[in-house]
């Protein structure tokens, strides 16, 4: 699974007008980007070996720059977030996720950018069919 992959799922939960992956210079407000988090540990094989290992996981960062208004931003990215958690009956790019990681308790504020639009953060690890 890709991160392209990932963000065109994204998408198609109705928060954000902008999707990327990657830097963007010039982001427009209201955007929405999926970057790859830093694995931690070792691969997930299982006991058996690469062919008895059914899942997969992805470990992303999810930044939702928004607007310059604190609350405008933080209620976006609630809104997002809410989605994220009650996903179910997951498919992308034909791969079933089996479940979907929140990991911080709510979106986290990184303050605004170079131009004053305020940013928050969302980790999850995705795990899925390998």
Request: with cysteine; charged share 25%; aromatic share 10%.
């Amino acid at each position: 699974m890709e991160l392209a992959d990932i963000r065109d799922w994204i998408k198609t939960l109705g928060v954000g007008d902008y999707f990327y992956i990657g830097k963007l210079e010039n982001k427009r407000e209201r955007s929405i980007g999926i970057y790859q988090r830093q694995p931690s540990g070792s691969a997930d094989i299982a006991l058996g070996g690469l062919n008895c290992t059914k899942t997969a996981s992805k470990k992303v960062s999810i930044l939702i720059h928004w607007d310059k208004y604190a609350n405008e931003t933080e209620e976006a990215a609630q809104a997002l977030y809410g989605k994220l958690l009650h996903v179910t009956d997951i498919n992308i790019t034909g791969k079933r996720v089996y479940y979907v990681q929140l990991d911080v308790p709510e979106p986290i504020d990184v303050g605004t950018d170079d131009n004053g639009v305020y940013e928050r953060v969302i980790w999850l690890t995705m795990y899925y069919e390998r």
